[in-house]
């Protein structure tokens, strides 16, 4: 055996060994909606995209600026438009998945801190395969006062 096997081995068995960390295929292009300094809640969007060969499920959010945060789905009960809690969000093999008003949602409950346009906001996604992902969103103001500003120049 060469001493190049002899060194390859454990290193080898050391890999096989190791929690599968890297290799999730998983983007996350995700803003908060700004919202008044009273608001108890404020909404995420964006686009989550999965270019692997796996499904990827989403399990839990977390941010040191939230008390909690709920991925929400929108939903029209006796013409009533509301909201429910959804327990995970899987983004299917090749997919995108968007979170957009009256639709899936990031709902950030009780910001510690008064956030407004421009902050960063740190955000913690565990995947039901245990890896974890740490993004840093930014706080923006919501697309209606964009169409607002165009239709009143
Ligand atoms: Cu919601």
Do not use: C, W
């Not at 404020?42 to 991925?71: C, W």
Request: hydrophobic letters at 40%; charged letters at 20%.
């Amino acid at each position: 055996m060469s001493r190049l096997a002899l060194i390859m081995i454990p290193l080898m068995v050391s890999l096989y060994l190791a929690p599968v960390q890297a290799g999730d295929t998983i983007s996350l292009n995700i803003h908060i909606a700004e919202a008044p300094p009273t608001a108890r809640a404020l909404a995420g969007y964006g686009v989550i995209g999965n270019t692997g060969d796996q499904d990827i499920t989403i399990e839990s959010v977390h941010s040191s600026l939230f008390e909690a945060i709920e991925i929400h789905e929108s939903i029209v009960r006796d013409d009533m438009a509301g909201m429910r809690p959804i327990d995970e969000l899987t983004i299917p093999s090749g997919t995108e998945l968007a979170l957009e008003p009256g639709g899936r949602h990031l709902m950030l409950i009780r910001p510690v801190q008064p956030l407004s346009e421009g902050d960063q906001v740190p955000l913690e996604f565990t995947l039901k395969n245990g890896n974890v992902h740490r993004i840093t969103v930014v706080v923006k103001k919501p697309d209606h006062d964009h169409s607002r500003q165009h239709h009143h120049p």
